[in-house]
């Protein structure tokens, strides 16, 4: 079954402690990426890549990073998270250059104290 | 840059009533056009996309959405909505030669059995 998957689904953290959400794709998409989602501001793009070694910044990067190392695989990192990172994270991926259909992961809730 | 944007973010309607959700954008350029919805709990799912060819696009569950390229709109209809309609619609747009998506804040919809 094509899908993109996110681990952990939920997770509550305090102010500093490094964590990492796991994306991944079983569709052989070249383009992925993170979005945020937080009320009345819908969804906001952190970062994508186009592929292997190739990701950009989208609206928020501030306070994320992330790595390609492999075509599947798109993780988030927070390094020092902080309470105004609590929201809802989504992963996505596409097909092809550019933008086509997004298909998107069930979500991470992150809690941040 | 391109940004999206989406009135009435909260509407109540009644079973059979029909529904329409305007969606504007600033840029001026060839733009990929999306609505995607998101049920309760779920992640985000395409409704329908256009990107070139008969401005009226046909999606599932029957939505339709018009592109008026002088309005700079993209508007989603649907004649007689369901209770199972109740979700979160978003609009969004990627700017041809651009590889980030922009998503509008959303349109909650409610639908009153």
């Known amino acids: 079954e094509a899908q993109v998957t996110q681990n952990p689904r939920y997770l509550i953290t305090v102010t500093g402690k490094k964590l990492t959400v796991t994306c991944s794709q079983n569709m052989n998409h070249e383009y992925m990426s993170w979005y945020r989602q937080d009320p009345g501001l819908g969804l906001r793009q952190i970062y994508y890549?186009?592929?292997?070694?190739?990701?950009d910044k989208g609206d928020v990067p501030e306070g994320y990073k992330v790595s390609r190392k492999e075509k599947r695989n798109f993780p988030l990192i927070l390094e020092s998270p902080s309470p105004n990172q609590t929201s809802l994270y989504f992963c996505?991926?596409?097909?092809?250059?550019?933008?086509?259909?997004?298909?998107f992961g069930p979500g991470t809730r992150l809690t941040v104290t | 840059a391109q940004s999206v944007s989406q009135h009435n973010h909260h509407v109540i309607l009644s079973e059979a009533a029909s529904l329409e959700l305007g969606c504007n954008y600033s840029?001026?350029?060839?733009?990929?056009l999306f609505w995607y919805v998101q049920y309760p709990g779920q992640h985000l799912q395409l409704l329908l996309k256009y990107f070139s060819g008969d401005p009226l696009v046909k999606g599932i569950k029957g939505f339709e959405a018009e592109f008026i390229k002088s309005k700079f709109s993209f508007n989603l209809r649907k004649p007689s909505v369901q209770w199972s309609d109740t979700a979160e619609y978003f609009c969004?747009?990627?700017?041809?030669?651009?590889?980030?998506?922009?998503f509008g804040k959303g349109n909650q919809v409610v639908v009153i059995p």
């Open positions: 890549s186009m592929n292997v070694e190739v990701t």
């Open positions: 996505a991926s596409s097909s092809s250059e550019g933008i086509n259909e997004q298909y």
């Open positions: 840029y001026g350029g060839t733009v990929n």
């Open positions: 969004a747009v990627n700017t041809h030669g651009n590889n980030r998506l922009a």
